[in-house]
């Protein structure tokens, strides 16, 4: 007979001796719950048996978060053998029937219809190793408690709830808090957004009591300097489901913050929900970046353009089999100037970044360099961006084709090379991306590897110059120097520059799923299109299609505030302005009202009001982004004006002045349509986002 809960904890306080169940209970009566449970008080625990802390735990913290809590205690009491036996033994059964509920049930007879019999057929079909990926991203979902959003996804309004958790800084003191935490830390732009790790430690490093004192913890003295990597999870393990359960819009603003904390962005997820992964073209739309090519340095201009819109060439690192160095930390160093390093990729010397990765394998990482403009601290003269594979390519084979497809150099990590790694690599050779290999030490001493390697060199016709060697006595400083010049050479008269539309272009012939080729999405877009083809000088498209908001808005809105404020010079009764400044706010609605809506305010009010509550959110962040891209050429360049005439003493007001009136003119936003003057869409409507 199957073994219930309950079971499972008596028989894991039972085998606690008479020390660890006083540690145990001490530590329970202080640890940190959740705010809407209680600690147990020590009256009822000072003389309880194991089976009477059963039931207190049962009372205090209900059927499923009892076994949590209970982990947490048996952790910070240092018996982590108990604290991990229980985990797997009352998570397997629970996983099992999670997993029932998302993979096809078998119809009953007689209710077997076209669409279970085709779902039913879908499941067959996949690849056994693609159900292993699901099965184990499942596991993942219940050990972080986002089951639940797989259905209905995270929001950016869920996030920007307040409660009294909103105000703590708090520590993840379980699994099921690491979502949520990274979640918090990210928008708080923290750069410890990425850390895993279980504030465990936090117990530990209380003030030990009396009654602690006299346990004998001499046995756990050597356990305590452990690290334990049961414990969490890894970072992108974490990042992969947290997006996987956000809708399209919490997943744009989580890239858009990483961006700004200057980390990697996920640009291919595994595929853990699509057999081929997903590209995330939409969730990295919002993104903006402001640099100085070196052949805008003398006339210090500059230059800003959205991220997906910026052709660059694409460098690309991935490995061959294992790596007994880190491809992540190396790749770090040559993306950080001097002085500056900074950890753009996870890698395994970072805090947590040593745990296994269980779901991550097959994510595809980018980061991008932009110069500044100098020369003399600039690492490229011209913007790259950087790819990074996590996991072996002989393993994710459609990721690796992937980036050959849209590289223009790909760097690769090998340190053996077989007759099987040689037919692999040899399907390269009309691939036109650039090859470079990086080879360990240990690649040198093997006869065998030093032969296909020159065989692989004489057929891909490369030269010396493309197989570099980090041996043991190889100084890292000069190995990054090498690996920058072999970028900066390729890079200055690339063959191939891409954007990441271009790259979406790639995955679609690959199979690989676009998170913005849903129909919500696509049907916004077109809409946007159709309105937006009609702008071709903004100054001009206003006075035309916008004309409510021309001089007569600005009058309306004049005597709109005067009539508020009454601060004008007055030399008659208050009475008698007011209802002269009324009289004129009646006379210029009515000629408002003699013009009719134009061609552009018609598609605008059809697209907000015909279009679903999932589109509508589409299609005003599409009118947003098409309207941004339109105005930001030239309104960046004057707002840059209007910045460097406001810090001279010199400067002529009437001058600046007129430089606003042309800001101003040339600024266009969803606002300039929201705000027709004539109809009040925004009370209309209701809300929107």
């Known amino acids: 007979m199957a073994k219930t809960v309950t079971d499972l904890l008596l028989e894991t306080l039972e085998e606690l001796g008479k020390d660890d169940l006083k540690r145990f209970k001490w530590k329970l009566k202080e640890i940190k719950v959740k705010h809407q449970y209680n600690n147990i008080p020590w009256g009822k625990l000072e003389t ?206 989580i890239l858009s913050r990483m961006s700004m904390c200057q980390f990697a962005l996920p640009l291919l997820l595994p595929a853990l929900d699509t057999p081929k992964g997903i590209l995330m073209l939409w969730a990295m739309r919002d993104i903006v970046r402001k640099w100085r090519p070196h052949s805008l340095a003398e006339s210090r201009g500059f230059r800003e353009e959205s991220l997906v819109l910026t052709k660059m060439p694409t460098i690309s690192f991935v490995r061959l089999g294992s790596c007994s160095f880190s491809k992540s930390s190396l790749l770090n160093e040559v993306l950080s100037p001097s002085q500056q390093y900074h950890d753009f990729f996870i890698h395994r010397d970072m805090e947590s970044g040593n745990v296994p990765r269980e779901i991550a394998d097959g994510l595809v990482e980018i980061s991008w360099y932009f110069p500044n403009g100098s020369k003399n601290s600039d690492l490229f003269s011209e913007p790259i961006a950087v790819t990074n594979l996590h996991g072996d390519i002989e393993s994710h084979q459609l990721q690796f084709s992937f980036l050959m497809k849209v590289s223009t150099l790909m760097i690769i990590f090998v340190e053996r090379l077989s007759e099987r790694e040689y037919a692999l690599l040899l399907s390269l050779k009309e691939a036109g991306t650039k090859l470079y290999f990086m080879l360990s030490s240990e690649a040198e001493k093997s006869k ?69 080729d849903c129909e919500e999405c696509q049907s916004a877009s077109k809409c946007v299109k159709e309105i937006t083809a009609e702008i071709k000088d903004v100054a001009k498209y206003k006075r035309e ?46 000629e408002k009202n003699q013009w009719d809506l134009t061609d552009g305010l018609v598609q605008f009010i059809s697209g907000i009001a015909c279009l679903s509550q999932v589109e509508r959110c589409y299609f005003l962040k599409w009118m947003k982004l098409s309207l941004d891209h339109i105005t930001r050429g030239n309104l960046a360049s004057l707002q840059a004006e209007y910045k460097e005439k406001c810090k001279t003493s010199e400067s002529d007001p009437q001058e600046l002045a007129e430089l606003g009136k042309l800001i101003s003119a040339r600024s266009l936003g969803s606002e300039h349509f929201m705000h027709t003057g004539k109809y009040p869409l925004k009370s209309k409507l209701g809300p929107i986002m």
């Open 48 to 253: 309880a048996r194991p089976v009477d802390v059963a039931k207190e735990l049962l009372n205090y913290y209900g059927e499923h978060y009892r076994v949590e809590v209970t982990i947490q205690v048996l952790r910070s009491s240092h018996r982590r053998d108990l604290a991990d036996r229980l985990t797997k033994a009352t998570q397997a059964d629970v996983i099992n029937l999670e997993l029932e509920s998302v993979m096809p049930q078998s119809p009953e007879p007689g209710e077997t219809d076209g669409s279970n019999q085709e779902q039913e057929s879908n499941m067959q079909q996949m690849p056994a190793s693609f159900k292993k990926r699901r099965r184990t991203f499942q596991g993942i979902l219940f050990k972080l408690k986002l089951k639940k959003y797989r259905s209905r996804k995270l929001t950016l309004r869920d996030l920007q709830k307040i409660s009294p958790e909103s105000l703590k800084d708090w520590s993840a003191q379980t699994l099921g808090d690491l979502p949520w935490h990274f979640l918090r830390k990210v928008m708080a732009l923290n750069g410890m957004t990425r850390n895993t790790s279980l504030g465990h430690g936090e117990l530990e490093d209380e003030a030990v009591s009396e009654d602690e004192e006299e346990l004998d913890i001499e046995d756990d003295f050597f356990s305590l300097n452990d690290t334990c990597t049961s414990d969490s999870l890894h970072p992108l393990d974490v990042l992969c489901a947290v997006l996987l359960c956000s809708d399209s819009f919490l997943q744009q603003e």
């Open 448 to 516: 065998d590897m030093l032969g296909f390697l020159k065989k692989l060199v004489l057929d891909l016709k490369l030269s010396k110059s493309h197989v570099l060697f980090k041996q043991s006595t190889t100084n890292q400083a000069q190995l990054v120097k090498k690996l920058r010049s072999t970028i900066g050479r390729i890079t200055k008269f690339p063959h191939r520059c891409v954007t990441m539309e271009n790259m979406a272009e790639t995955a679609r012939e690959l199979g690989i799923q676009v998170d913005e």
């Open 545 to 590: 299609m916008l004309r409510l908001q021309g001089d007569l808005g600005k009058t309306v809105a004049k005597v709109e505030k005067e009539l508020c404020r009454m601060r004008k010079p007055r030399t008659a009764y208050l009475e008698k302005y007011e209802s002269e400044l009324k009289e004129k706010l009646v006379a210029l609605h009515k």
